[in-house]
C-alpha cells in the first residue's frame, strides 16, 4: 500500500481566522475542505516541504512554528501521515491551483466537510489536551471538592465524574457538587456510566466500552446529543472505536498505553498500537494510562488529542488555558 507523508499548515489572519482549501475536482475527496499544504518529497525535510506547498499553492512565504499534531490515517489505497504545523506568513493567500480558500472562525470549523485525517487537527485545535478521570473521593468528601478545584485552578477544562465504588445516594449529591464547581470554572464535565445522573446533572455523559455494545444504545443517547453535550467512550478494541464513531461520540479513549498502579497486571499496549489503532477512525482519541503532562508531546506525535490521566492530572501542574 501506498505510503505518504502529507505536512500541512494551520494558517491565521488577523481576527484569528483559519485558512481552508478545497480539494478541487478529479483529486481523491474532491469537494473536501482541509488545511493547506501537500507531500513531503523524498530527502524533503517537512518544514522546507511545507514552505514549499505554500508557495505553489497559496503565493504566500510562510514562517513555519510548532508541531500542533501528526495524525495517521488509513486510507482505502494508502496511508498517510498527515503532519501539521501553526505557521506564519506574509502575502495574500490565492488558490493558484484553482482551488477555493475561506477564512474560517474556528468555532466553524466543524462546519466544514473534511477528509478524516484533517477531522482530528480541527478536535486539536478546539478541544482540551487533558482529559482528568476523578479519583474515588475516599472517606472526605471535602479534602475531594477541593482537589477538584485545585485541578480546576490548574487549567483543567474537560472531565469525568469517576466514583464507581460510592454509595449512589452519597455520589448524586457529591456529584452535584462537583458540577457546581466545574461550570463555574467554564469546564466541560461527563459522568461516567450513568444516563440517568447526566441528564438530572445536565452534564454530558462518558460511556463504558461494554455500554457501546449494548442494545438500543443510539436511542438511549439521542436526547443527550439534542443537547449537544460531549459524548465520550472507553475503548480497548478497533471494535470498540468504530462503534464510538457510529453512535456519534465527540471523543474517545484508549488505552492503557503503560501499567498503572489502578491496572498493573495490564503491560500496556504501547504508543505503536495505539497509533494502529488512531489511523482507522477519525475521532479525536485520549491515550490513557501512565501518562502525565511531560507526555502530551509523544501522544500527540502518536495522533493523540492528548492525555487523559487520574493521578497524572489530579494533582500535576496543569499546561495553562489556551485560546485555541
Not at 465524574?161 to 466545574?182: F, K, M, T, Y
Not at 491515550?287 to 502530551?296: F, H, K, R, V, Y
Request: charged share 25%.
Amino acid at each position: 500500500m501506498k505510503q505518504l507523508h502529507v505536512v500541512a499548515g494551520v494558517i491565521r489572519d488577523a481576527r484569528g481566522r483559519i485558512l481552508l482549501a478545497r480539494r478541487t475536482a478529479g483529486r481523491d475527496l474532491a469537494g473536501l475542505w482541509e488545511f493547506p499544504g501537500g507531500k513531503v518529497e523524498a530527502g524533503e525535510a517537512p518544514e522546507v516541504a511545507l514552505v514549499r506547498e505554500l508557495r505553489e499553492e497559496l503565493g504566500v512565504e510562510a514562517r513555519v512554528g510548532d508541531a500542533l499534531i501528526r495524525v495517521p490515517q488509513q486510507y482505502p489505497d494508502k496511508r498517510l501521515v498527515l503532519d501539521v504545523r501553526h505557521v506564519e506568513f506574509r502575502g495574500t493567500p490565492k488558490g493558484l491551483d484553482g482551488q477555493a480558500l475561506v477564512w474560517a472562525p474556528p468555532h466553524k470549523l466543524t462546519s466544514y466537510p473534511m477528509p478524516p485525517a484533517d477531522r482530528p487537527v480541527v478536535a486539536a485545535l478546539l478541544q482540551s489536551e487533558c482529559y482528568l478521570v476523578t479519583p474515588a473521593p475516599g472517606d472526605d468528601d471535602d479534602a475531594w471538592l477541593a482537589g477538584l478545584q485545585r485541578a480546576l485552578t490548574r487549567g483543567v477544562r474537560r472531565l469525568q465524574l469517576r466514583a464507581p465504588e460510592v454509595d449512589p445516594s452519597r455520589w448524586r449529591r457529591l456529584a452535584g457538587e462537583a458540577v457546581a464547581l466545574c461550570r463555574t470554572a467554564a469546564a466541560e464535565v461527563l459522568v461516567n456510566g450513568d444516563i440517568a445522573l447526566a441528564e438530572q446533572l445536565q452534564t454530558g455523559m462518558h460511556l463504558r466500552a461494554a455500554q457501546l455494545h449494548e442494545a438500543g444504545t443510539v436511542a438511549a443517547y439521542a436526547q443527550l446529543k439534542s443537547r449537544s453535550v460531549p459524548l465520550g467512550a472507553s475503548c480497548h478494541h478497533i471494535e470498540d472505536l468504530r462503534r464510538a464513531e457510529e453512535v456519534g461520540c465527540t471523543f474517545a479513549m484508549v488505552g492503557p498505553l503503560r501499567p498503572t498502579p489502578t491496572h498493573p497486571e495490564a503491560s500496556g499496549i504501547g504508543w505503536d498500537a495505539f497509533a494502529a489503532m488512531r489511523e482507522q477512525v477519525s475521532l479525536p482519541i485520549y491515550a490513557i494510562g501512565g501518562l502525565g503532562i511531560d507526555d502530551l508531546a509523544m501522544a500527540r506525535e502518536h495522533g493523540a488529542q492528548g492525555i487523559a490521566a487520574i493521578r497524572g492530572l489530579w494533582g500535576a501542574d496543569q499546561p495553562a488555558a489556551r485560546a485555541r
